[in-house]
Nanobody, 127 residues
Framework: QVQLVESGGGLVEPGGSLRLSCAAS????????VAWFRQAPGKEREGISC????????YYSDIVKGRFTISRDNAENTVYLQMNSLKPEDTAVYYC????????????????????WGQGTQVTVSS
């Protein structure tokens, strides 16, 4: 059974940092794209970052580029999202997702391209 478990969310002041983790079991993340999405209250879920081993590339939405960094530890079968310079508008539930297709991130650009999802972790940025 494939399971993704996010952790690392919490309450942080504006300008602070958090590191989210996405740990997988029942599935090896290497060679598959792994993406982070987020959903703020009253808004649609949006993709913010993706990493794929197949092409060694990482991608970021303009909203988080320069502040967030995605990385993976294949030995731990975990993908991370380091979030720096957090803003109140970053408040959302953050989800990781992966696809069972061996494609790069450019081949998995929408939610429908990802079959496996975690349960989400809440990030709240507030003073």
């Amino acid at each position: 059974q494939v399971q993704l478990v996010e952790s690392g969310g919490g309450l942080v002041e504006p300008g602070g940092s958090l590191r989210l983790s996405c740990a997988a079991s029942g599935f090896t993340l290497d060679n598959y794209p792994v993406a982070w999405f987020r959903q703020a209250p009253g808004k649609e879920r949006e993709g913010i970052s993706c990493t794929s081993s197949s092409d060694g590339m990482s991608y970021y939405s303009d909203i988080v580029k320069g502040r967030f960094t995605i990385s993976r530890d294949n030995a731990e079968n975990t993908v991370y999202l380091q979030m720096n310079s957090l803003k109140p508008e970053d408040t959302a539930v953050y989800y990781c997702a992966t696809s069972r297709r061996r494609v790069g991130c450019l081949g998995a650009t929408t939610e429908d391209d990802y079959e496996y999802w975690g349960q989400g972790t809440q990030v709240t940025v507030s003073s």
